[in-house]
Nanobody, 126 residues
């Protein structure tokens, strides 16, 4: 069992930065690949980025590549999402997710994760 709690969301102007945190509980955290997804009002939940259990592999959606960076600290049971050069279209509720998968590419499917956090709101004003 893994419980996930996101934090770090807020309101920021376009071009600004935010850092999201996903704190996990459970002894099996280090076995899980982790991902961030987001959902804007009226839209489906979409994949943002994933990281392997070791942190050695990452995969980004094209829309955030070069602007967002995911990392993890297994000793602290925490995943981070550094978001730079934010755009109004990045506005959404951001969710942290965990799954035991052989390839992080599988995590691009929102039906894959075994565990989800409650989400944190990110609002980017123009």
């Amino acid at each position: 069992q893994v419980e996930l709690v996101e934090s770090g969301g807020g309101l920021v102007q376009a071009g600004g930065s935010l850092r999201l945190f996903c704190a996990a509980s459970g002894r099996t955290f280090s076995r899980h690949a982790m991902g961030w997804f987001r959902q804007a009002p009226g839209k489906e939940r979409e994949f943002v980025v994933a990281i392997s259990w070791s942190g050695g592999s990452t995969y980004y959606a094209d829309s955030v590549k070069g602007r967002f960076t995911i990392s993890r600290d297994n000793a602290k049971n925490t995943v981070y999402l550094q978001m730079n050069s934010l755009k109004p279209e990045d506005t959404a509720v951001y969710y942290c997710a965990a799954a035991v998968v052989r390839s992080i590419f599988i995590l691009t499917d929102p039906s894959t994760p075994d565990y989800w956090g409650q989400g944190t709101q990110v609002t980017v004003s123009s």
